[in-house]
T-cell receptor, first 107, second 114 residues
Framework: GQNIDQPTEMTATEGAIVQINCTYQ??????LFWYQQHAGEAPTFLSY????GLEEKGRFSSFLSRSKGYSYLLLKELQMKDSASYLC????????FGTGTRLQVFP | DSGVTQTPKHLITATGQRVTLRCSPR?????VYWYQQSLDQGLQFLIQ???????AKGNILERFSAQQFPDLHSELNLSSLELGDSALYFC?????????????FGNGTRLTVT
C-alpha cells in the first residue's frame, strides 16, 4: 500500500524548532517530497529527498531514511507565517500525499 | 505565482449537474495532475496526463473524466454531481512524467454542490 502517516496537528512557539515526522511504506519508493499549504491556498514545494541524509535549505531541512521508511521536516527559528499544513508526499509512479500536519505557531 | 492557471476559481452548481474545470500548465511542463481536496482531507490523486496521454490513475470516480489537449491544457469533467463532490480541485504540472521534478500547483477551483 501507500500508507503515509503524519501527526495531525502540532503547536510550537515563535523562534522555536519543530520536527514533523512522516512514515511511509517503502514499496515502490522513488523519493519523498515536502510541501507547505496555507489554508485554502495551493501547496508549495519545500524539498525533495531521494537519497538518505539531511538536505538543508535555509530555515527548513528535510531528512530521509529509505530503509526505515521515515522522513522528517525540521523548521528552525519559527515565524508566525510558518503556521500552515505540511504535506509529506511519496513518489512512486504517481505522487501520493499524506493527510498533512497542521502546524500552529504561537507568539 | 506558480505559472499554473486554473479556471474558474469558484463554481456553485446543483446535484446531478455536470461541470468542466480547466487547467493551463506552466510553460514547458508536459505533465498535468489533478487532485481533489475535501474539507480537512489530504490531497487525493485523481489522474495524470503526460503530453496528451493518460499516464497514471488514482481513485477517480467513473463519473469523472479528464483529458489533455495538444496545446497541453487539461480539463476535468465532473458529471452527475453529488453533495460529496464539493471540494477544492487542484491542478499541478511538472516537467517530466515520473514525478521526479517538483509539482507546481494552481490556485484551485472550489466546487460547491448544493
Amino acid at each position: 500500500g501507500q500508507n503515509i502517516d503524519q501527526p495531525t496537528e502540532m503547536t510550537a512557539t515563535e523562534g522555536a524548532i519543530v520536527q514533523i515526522n512522516c512514515t511511509y511504506q517503502t514499496s515502490g519508493f522513488n523519493g519523498l517530497f515536502w510541501y507547505q499549504q496555507h489554508a485554502g491556498e495551493a501547496p508549495t514545494f519545500l524539498s525533495y529527498n531521494v537519497l538518505d541524509g539531511l538536505e538543508e535549505k535555509g530555515r527548513f531541512s528535510s531528512f530521509l531514511s529509505r530503509s526505515k521508511g521515515y522522513s522528517y521536516l525540521l523548521l528552525k527559528e519559527l515565524q508566525m507565517k510558518d503556521s500552515a499544513s505540511y504535506l509529506c508526499a511519496k513518489n512512486t509512479d504517481k505522487l501520493i500525499f499524506g493527510t498533512g500536519t497542521r502546524l500552529q505557531v504561537f507568539p | 505565482d506558480s505559472g499554473v492557471t486554473q479556471t474558474p476559481k469558484h463554481l456553485i452548481t446543483a446535484t446531478g449537474q455536470r461541470v468542466t474545470l480547466r487547467c493551463s500548465p506552466r510553460s514547458g511542463d508536459l505533465s498535468v495532475y489533478w487532485y481533489q481536496q475535501s474539507l480537512d482531507q489530504g490531497l487525493q490523486f485523481l489522474i495524470q496526463y503526460y503530453n496528451g496521454e493518460e499516464r497514471a490513475k488514482g481513485n477517480i470516480l467513473e463519473r469523472f473524466s479528464a483529458q489533455q489537449f495538444p496545446d497541453l491544457h487539461s480539463e476535468l469533467n465532473l458529471s452527475s454531481l453529488e453533495l460529496g463532490d464539493s471540494a477544492l480541485y487542484f491542478c499541478a504540472s511538472s516537467e517530466g512524467d515520473r514525478g521526479l521534478a517538483p509539482l507546481h500547483f494552481g490556485n484551485g477551483t472550489r466546487l460547491t454542490v448544493t
